[in-house]
């Protein structure tokens, strides 16, 4: 189809608009499941509540509903941190709040197989429910804010030099330094690190939420981080929703070795390991001039017989780290799932969860799931974690 001269004439851009609505609507959709299951649960599900509890319910969970997408838009879209913080929080508690109202219903189908009647049935699941997420929310945040427990792990490398074995790796990642002032609790991990006889540090992305200028406080603590052969850092996909180049400078002012496609190489000869680190995999689309995950360059004239450590931080870049025969790539971005029962949407979209994992005929992969926590304030079933790798030689004792 053309015009009188013959040129071609385009269709009138319609797709922003598609995708908006479509967005729209999905959210809607979201948001009504997300309140509406548990209304109908706590208030409607045969509870025969007298009239002025019902109401009650109705009109919390109005405002809840009203209240998560206005603070979550004020928070995260304007830079508002203490709307954030309530957005966040309304988050993690009415997700908690939805899937044990959904556990809560089929107990309900159980107990009317068992010829249990309502309204006593349905009060039971309500009470039940409310009972469960109460308690989980406290609980999970108690996890989120505490130190993290250390995990220590043995990790035998085929081609490591007998002079690096008991090679002592202390890894932290996704500590989302954000709209909650943590700059104590971070003092306190650096604590628990410095206790931990690192001979090398990692910082596996996602350091931060926001700017250089408004996070800086929380993540000064890592200045004094002590590690015998050096401390590095990579960035996660959160650093491409700002001021990636920007940390990376930052956290090298602060005595970090940033690898931005990079390596450094401790020991020598037999006994060498090189350490590299790439971008998130993310940040070739992210419109950051000059960064993208680039492996290739990163060992560009390395000594293919030295064995590799690798920092990457979604376990599924691992394709990348096998096809260059990496030894042993760290990764985290997973949370461990963070909030029960997310682990499984995650693992639709990562190899792993967390734990260690083999991968083609050399590579192995630790994904951690992560030190601090990103959004809600949460951790339910997933606990955060200090990771210690040990290195240690096939050939040795």
């Known amino acids: 189809m053309g015009d009188r001269t013959g040129r071609p004439v385009e269709a009138p851009n319609r797709p922003p608009l598609v995708r908006r609505l479509t967005v729209s609507s999905v959210v809607l959709l979201v948001v009504v ?72 219903n089929l107990l309900g189908a159980v107990l009317a197989v ?23 929310l406290v609980w999970g945040h108690y996890e989120a804010m505490k130190v993290p427990r250390v995990v220590e792990k043995d990790v035998h490398l085929e ?21 909650i002032d943590r700059a104590g609790w971070s003092a306190r991990v650096v604590e628990r690190i410095n206790e931990l006889d690192a001979d090398v540090a990692c910082h596996i992305g996602d350091l931060a939420d926001g700017s250089v200028a408004a996070r800086r406080h929380q993540v000064e ?4 981080v002590r590690a015998r052969y050096g401390r590095v850092y990579v960035t996660g996909n959160h650093e491409y929703f700002g001021e990636a180049q920007a940390w990376l400078d930052h956290m090298g002012s602060l005595g970090w070795t940033a690898l931005h496609n990079e390596r450094i190489e401790i020991g020598s000869g037999s006994s060498a390991l090189v350490i590299a680190g790439v971008d998130d995999r993310t940040a070739s689309g992210s419109g950051t001039g000059g960064h993208g995950a680039d492996l290739d360059r990163a060992l560009d004239g390395a000594d293919p017989q030295v064995p590799v450590f690798l920092l990457a931080h979604q376990p599924k870049q691992v394709d ?29 979209d990562q190899p792993t969860v967390r734990g260690l ?35 240690r030689a096939r050939t040795a004792g």
Do not use: K
């Open 159 to 179: 081609r490591l030099g007998a002079d690096l074995d008991g090679l002592r790796v202390v890894m932290i990642t996704d500590t989302h330094y954000g709209p």
């Open 221 to 224: 603590p890592l200045r004094h």
């Open 320 to 348: 990348d780290a096998v096809r260059r025969g990496v030894d042993l790539q760290v990764s985290g971005h997973t949370h461990g799932g963070q909030i029960w029962p997310f682990r499984y949407l995650v693992r639709l």
């Open 33 to 104: 499941l997300l309140f509406g299951v548990p209304l109908w649960t706590l208030f409607f599900a045969g509870t025969d509540w007298p009239a002025a509890v019902s109401v009650a319910g109705c009109v919390g969970i109005l405002l809840a509903g009203i209240t998560l997408p206005t603070a979550m838009v004020l928070g995260h879209a304007r830079g508002d941190d203490r709307a954030a913080r309530v957005g966040d929080t309304v988050l993690g508690a009415v997700w908690v709040l939805f899937v044990w109202s959904v556990l809560g």
């Open 357 to 391: 994992s083999a991968h083609g005929e050399r590579t192995q992969l630790y994904t951690s799931p992560g030190t601090g926590f990103w959004g809600p304030p949460f951790r339910v079933f997933a606990p955060s974690e200090i990771t210690v790798l040990v290195l």
């Open 114 to 136: 068992a010829g249990i009647e309502d309204p006593f049935r349905s009060r039971l699941v309500a009470c039940a429910v409310v009972v469960v997420v109460v308690a989980l």
